[in-house]
């Protein structure tokens, strides 16, 4: 058997649809999108959901993430859409993140999408002027902890110069900045992530030369996420020319309804496969680089003294094996250890011991 470090799972917190995936019967992201179904799908039912609903959910799906290996969390918003929903959110997360198993890094993502019936500058000046400040203040009084800001950063979403606005406004409330860009046009979201300082971008699946020069020269973290690409059938990012030129990878698995997988090792598998990633570097980008992009590497991301005792148990003979048997991970992680405690065992000679 042999010990390493947790994977990182990059995640929204959502309610079950009820519904057959769209793209799976062939329509494009923006075709669902703009039929009012996607986000807006989600967030209908999202709205309509009690704190308690959030929370259940949340747990459900946190607990399973730790399950299959991962001991932190990226958790979004980004399914209200208005402040009250954002914030019932937030605060579902809060109640989920004192547990501390998995621990969770807190991410507002209220420009996930324009609601229905506003536009784009209408709604970036909401944002700015009252979501922002309001979460905030919140955090200020103790009630909500968030730790980045997000935007969708998108060709008929959320343009360039809205997304500079908002995550300008974030930067300046203390917020870190991890948005979605380049992933169904070409955009130059990877350019202003540079500009901007940002911590993390996540997506890229198009993302230009220059953007990766610039994601290089600013220390900016590529955040790539194999299950979309490949569930969305969108052109895969090009991670290759990305690590070749120096671009800090991490791998992340983008849980929402549209990406629906909570292992890692998946994430793990298809990275290998799709990205061509060699196994080596697909460990790395999913645990020391993941815990970079959200902050966290001086906690997380690698067993190291200081650190939080996270790992796992792989009952195999090589590490490998993890990644190599597609769908096995149930069966290859015995043991799941956070801050220092067995939290999840499938070991009948455990149980009987204690």
């Not at 918003?77 to 954002?86: R, S």
Request: with cysteine.
């Amino acid at each position: 058997m042999l010990s390493m470090s947790m994977c990182y799972v990059f995640t929204s917190m959502i309610l079950n649809r009820t519904c057959s995936p769209p793209q799976l019967a062939g329509a494009s992201y923006l075709d669902i999108h703009q039929a009012g179904g996607g986000i807006h799908y989600t967030m209908q039912h999202t709205r309509t959901a009690k704190q308690e609903q959030l929370l259940h959910s949340l747990r459900i799906r946190l607990f399973a993430m730790l399950r299959a290996g991962s001991t932190l969390v990226e958790c979004k918003t980004g399914y209200g859409l208005d402040l009250d929903t954002e914030t019932r959110m937030l605060r579902a997360i809060e109640r989920a993140r004192w547990h501390d198993r998995p621990a969770v890094h807190v991410t507002y993502c209220g420009a996930h999408a324009v609601p229905r019936g506003h536009l784009v500058s209408e709604y970036t000046r909401e944002i700015v002027e009252k979501h922002l400040p309001t979460v905030v203040s919140l955090m200020h009084q103790g009630e909500v902890h968030v730790d980045s800001v997000d935007v969708f950063c998108e060709k008929g979403v959320f343009g360039l110069e809205e997304t500079r606005t908002i995550l300008s406004t974030g930067k300046n409330l203390g917020l870190r900045l991890n948005f979605h860009g380049d992933e169904l046009h070409p955009t130059g979201a990877a350019e202003l992530a540079a500009e901007l300082g940002a911590h993390a971008v996540s997506h890229l699946e198009e993302v230009s030369n220059d953007g990766i020069s610039a994601l290089v020269t600013a220390g900016c973290v590529a955040i790539l996420l194999p299950t979309t690409a490949f569930m969305l059938r969108l052109k895969q990012p090009p991670a290759r020319t990305m690590i070749d030129a120096g671009v800090i990878v991490a791998l992340g698995s983008d849980f929402n309804p549209n990406a629906y997988c909570l292992a890692m090792p998946v994430v793990m598998h298809l990275a290998c496969v799709n990205l061509h990633l060699t196994m080596a570097e697909a460990l790395v980008a999913a645990t020391i680089n993941a815990a970079h992009a959200l902050g966290c590497s001086h906690r997380h991301g690698s067993i190291e003294q200081g650190k939080r005792g996270d790992l796992l148990i792989v009952k195999a003979s090589r590490w490998e094996h993890l990644i190599y048997q597609l769908g096995c991970h149930a069966d290859l992680i015995p043991y799941v250890v956070c801050k220092g405690d067995v939290v999840e065992n499938r070991c009948p000679s455990y149980n009987a011991a204690l």
